[in-house]
């Protein structure tokens, strides 16, 4: 995770998602009959329909879009869709940001999730079974990646809390640890060696079932995208975006602090907690600002995004500097890496 030069963008600009345009694609989409995927996005070059759209076929299709809950409004403009489904962090498939063509190729049905550890009870669980049984809502977070860009995105899905519960974690419990899925035929990532494969991120329990933590499993209005971590993907807004691991499919509960994937390749610079802090710098980096995308716009070889201070916790402060009191003596600046 170095901060690269901004792209220059092969692809013709199109449609920019601001908010308008955006809420009025849902009203059409809530209108629109089967096939509404392709209507809602038939005005866009056919390059761009692959990456804003819905995985073909997904089952989960008619679930969305879900009603939004305004406690967490972010203050701030939604990012366009065309920008967060092409402009992402994907290891598995490549360490540029251009990887969205590359990640249609990870087979998403049937997608299993294994529970196990200090539960009551390991099983598995085919996923499109588990989303039916959580409650579905939409959320718009902010979203800070360690590489000092954000985007702010609608993401649909239930708190991580609803799944905790499903899973009936035992008392010894004291974290849990998710891992992305494993498959280095597609994802070609995964065949290079020095990268500890599979991806491993964790939360303690208590961060686990704060009201923020979110599993989502789509984005605005739709199911969520395969390069954005489909069908089941970690939103922990206040901390760091690598925390915010893709493509689950093991959710285990354990007693130990889990060693995650980035904190075993370069244990200085990312570490378990990453909580967003301005006054923290990366060892290579301030963190103070943030070049804030907004659109494709934003990433050209001339743009220039805007920059803007980023704040404690990602400004997630009020629900979540509580579960950080007490620690401070043990990690100090641990905690914000
Ligand atoms: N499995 C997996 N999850 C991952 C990553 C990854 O490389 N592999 N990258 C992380 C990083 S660094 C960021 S910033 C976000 C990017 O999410 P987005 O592409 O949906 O914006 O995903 C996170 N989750
Ligand atoms: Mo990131």
């Known amino acids: 995770m170095y901060i690269r030069r901004w792209r220059g963008w092969e692809l013709p600009e199109s449609a920019a998602t601001d908010e308008e345009a955006f809420r009025n694609r849902r009203r059409f989409l809530k209108t629109a009959a089967a096939g509404s995927i ?16 819905a995985p073909e076929g997904d089952p989960t299709v008619d679930l969305y879009p879900v009603s939004r809950n305004d406690a967490y409004a972010p203050q701030r403009a ?11 962090n994907y290891y598995e498939f490549g360490s540029s940001k251009t990887i969205w063509k590359k990640a249609q190729d990870l087979p998403i049905r049937p997608w299993t999730v294994k529970i196990d550890g200090l539960v009551e009870e390991p099983r598995e669980i085919d ?6 049984q959580m409650p579905l809502e939409e959320r718009v977070y902010r979203h800070r990646c360690v590489e000092a860009w954000s985007i702010v995105v609608p993401w649909s899905g239930f708190p ?11 008392s010894k419990a004291k974290y849990v640890k998710m891992v992305t899925f494993e498959d280095s035929d597609v994802a070609s990532g995964q065949r290079a060696p020095w990268y500890p494969w599979p991806y491993v991120e964790g939360l303690t329990m208590a961060e686990a079932t704060n009201e923020l933590a979110f599993m989502a499993t789509g984005m605005y ?23 915010s691991v893709k493509g689950i499919v093991h959710i285990s509960f354990v007693e130990e602090m ?20 301005p006054k923290v710098s990366h060892p290579r980096w301030s963190q103070a600002n943030e070049k804030f ?21 990602n400004g997630y402060a009020e629900q979540v500097a509580h579960l950080y009191k007490g620690l401070e003596d043990e990690y100090g600046d641990r905690l914000f890496r």
């Open 38 to 53: 392709v209507a809602a996005t038939a005005g866009l070059p056919f390059e761009t329909r692959a990456q804003v759209g």
């Open 78 to 88: 939604i990012s366009g869709e065309e920008l967060v489904a092409t402009y992402n």
């Open 127 to 132: 996923f499109d079974e588990l989303i039916k």
């Open 160 to 170: 991580l809390k609803a799944l905790v519960d499903f899973a009936r974690p035992l």
């Open 221 to 243: 209005g739709k199911p969520i995208t395969k390069q954005n971590g489909a069908p089941l993907r970690l939103a922990v807004p206040w901390k760091y975006g690598f925390k």
């Open 258 to 277: 889990p060693k995650t994937f980035w904190w075993e390749i370069q244990a200085r610079e990312y570490g378990f907690w990453a909580n967003v802090n």
């Open 293 to 313: 995308l907004k659109s494709m716009d934003d990433i050209g070889t001339f743009s220039s995004p805007e920059r803007i201070p980023t704040q404690l916790y």
